[in-house]
Nanobody, 121 residues
């Protein structure tokens, strides 16, 4: 019904930058909130940042000032620019979207497959 495809993860040194991208496709009527979550080994999945259709943003305290989320509504895509990366940012990052689908007009939460971000020297 809805597919989220992520790209941009990888290995980066502390202090470096990465840009994650996610594109949604499928039976989409409209997309409400889009965002990025992450899950480190042995920890619960946590919100990194989210953005509404009107570009209202929300950031986790741990990434404020280092991360910027942006969205292209025409392309059904969301990006996460991460700067000044720290080893504790190492995790699998998941794209999320709350989507109303056609033809049912039901809203649901959809997830990407995840992309690994490793911050290490």
């Amino acid at each position: 019904q809805v597919q989220l495809v992520e790209s941009g993860g990888g290995l980066v040194q502390p202090g470096g930058s990465l840009r994650l991208s996610c594109a949604a496709s499928g039976s989409i009527f409209s997309i409400y909130v889009m965002g990025w979550y992450r899950q480190a080994p042995g920890k619960q999945r946590e919100l990194v940042a989210s953005i509404t259709g009107s570009s209202s943003t929300n950031y986790a305290d741990s990434v404020k000032g280092r991360v910027t989320i942006s969205r292209d509504n025409a392309k059904n895509s969301v990006n996460l620019q991460m700067n000044s990366l720290k080893p504790e940012d190492t995790a699998v990052y998941y794209c999320h979207a709350n989507v109303k689908i056609i033809p049912t007009m039901r809203r649901g939460d959809y997830w990407g497959q995840g992309t690994q971000v490793t911050v290490s020297s």
